[in-house]
């Protein structure tokens, strides 16, 4: 018993020593392999550890990158040099006043956020200066919790869901008072936390306020970008950032989405896309191609800005994406959706069809009806009839009288 055990704890010794010698042996290897593209991208080389290049932007990424993207990326670089879109102009980015302490900028820059979920750059622009030079105090925290909720209401109309965005704003003013000093906080989950705030506000508001890049901002234009390009393969914005984060390089993730919404604000269109003007028509897999049907998409999570528990503009990116009906809509594959949409547009065909045919009936019955006789009654048409002629009755003969005994008077003839 005692040699068979000594020789039982030898065996395993003896394993235990192999296992660590190949757990070492894979690490220092696993080392030297991501030792090997650091140390040519230090020299300038970019090379990873099989000898293929790295992207000029560094550092390389997670997942393979589409291809094309990098020539891609610079045409649309090139097609938007001047700079001159209404996002550039009117963006959220641009709206805060640089005339007002930081903690005031950065509170400024969260609002346009939360008022521009589905809602265009010029409406939201002057809702923002309205409340800068309306509000007691200028556009500050303080000044938002002394408006009465009807007031503030109407300095930010007509954004989209302009009461309910009133509320949001209320409320997460009273948040950024008691916890954060009137400040607002730094980081993307605790942006999140408060009310009207989604995923893809959040993700702005982060990148645009702080020196640090929390991911890559994606609204309906960068969405629509992304899939035509094929940079990547999604249904709603939320999975078009996660998929974009997997390859693209980090230092792009802050300036993509001011680049990719002015390119799809002038060029890249929702309806009729430019594709004969853009740089990138020879390789876009969606160059030419017919524009799907408009379909009348349910707000994300930006868009109702946490309506029903900015998609992340809502359905802006709607931001308050935790209902069933959102977690229904996201479960339903591509052939689904288009079937949907398809059965929709053509309803919506029907309806317009009935509708047309009904006018055109009514009008044509207006039309007969002003050019006929006007009708007449039957008691009116009795009256305008000319009555028959009277046949004169012919005076009776004597015996007939005397028969009726209707003798005449004597000394009449």
């Not at 005031?104 to 939201?124: G, H, P």
Request: hydrophobic share 35%.
């Amino acid at each position: 018993t005692t040699t068979t055990t000594t020789t039982t704890t030898e065996v395993t010794s003896l394993v235990v020593t192999e296992v660590t010698a190949a757990s070492l042996a894979a690490e220092a290897a696993g080392g030297a392999a991501d030792a090997a593209p650091a140390a040519a991208a230090g020299t300038g080389k970019r090379r990873q550890a099989g000898g293929e290049k790295v992207s000029k932007y560094f550092p390389a990424a997670k997942a393979a990158p589409p291809p094309h993207w990098e020539q891609q990326l610079e045409n649309i670089r090139v097609m938007r040099k001047d700079r001159n879109a209404a996002v550039d102009l009117m963006g959220c980015e641009v709206l805060a006043d640089r005339t007002q302490p930081l903690p005031v900028q950065r509170f400024q820059t969260l609002v346009a956020l939360m008022l521009s979920s589905q809602t265009k750059d010029e409406i939201t622009a002057a809702a923002v200066k309205r409340l800068q030079q309306e509000l007691p105090g200028g556009l500050t925290v303080q000044s938002i919790l002394a408006v009465g909720e009807e007031q503030l209401s109407q300095l930010i109309y007509p954004v989209g869901f302009y009461r309910r965005k009133a509320v949001y704003l209320q409320q997460t003013a009273a948040v950024l008072r008691d916890e954060y000093g009137s400040d607002i906080p730094r980081d993307s989950q605790a942006l999140q936390k408060l009310p009207g705030v989604g995923p893809k506000m959040a993700t702005i508001c982060v990148n645009v306020t702080s020196e640090a890049i929390c991911g890559v901002g994606v609204d309906v234009h960068v969405h629509r970008i992304a899939n035509r390009l094929g940079w990547a393969k999604t249904s709603t914005p939320e999975a078009t950032q996660l998929q974009l984060q997997e390859w693209l390089p980090r230092d792009l993730w802050g300036d993509l989405n001011v680049l990719l919404v002015g390119f799809g604000q002038q060029v890249c269109l929702p309806r009729n896309p430019r594709c004969a003007s853009c740089l990138n028509n020879t390789t876009c897999p969606a160059a030419f191609a017919p524009t799907p049907p408009a379909v009348k998409r349910k707000p994300s999570q930006d868009a109702t800005a946490k309506e029903e528990p900015e998609s992340g503009v809502s359905g802006d990116g709607g931001k308050g994406d935790g209902g069933k009906g959102t977690a229904k809509a996201k479960a339903k594959k591509p052939a689904q959706q288009q079937a949907a949409a398809s059965s929709a547009v053509k309803k919506e065909e029907v309806i317009e069809e009935v509708v047309r045919v009904k006018v055109e009936v009514e009008a044509e019955a207006t039309v007969t009806k002003k050019a006929a006789p006007p009708a007449v009654t039957a008691p009116a048409a009795a009256a305008s009839a000319p009555s028959p002629e009277k046949k004169p009755r012919k005076p009776l003969s004597l015996s007939k009288k005397k028969k009726k005994g209707k003798a005449e008077p004597e000394g009449e003839p």
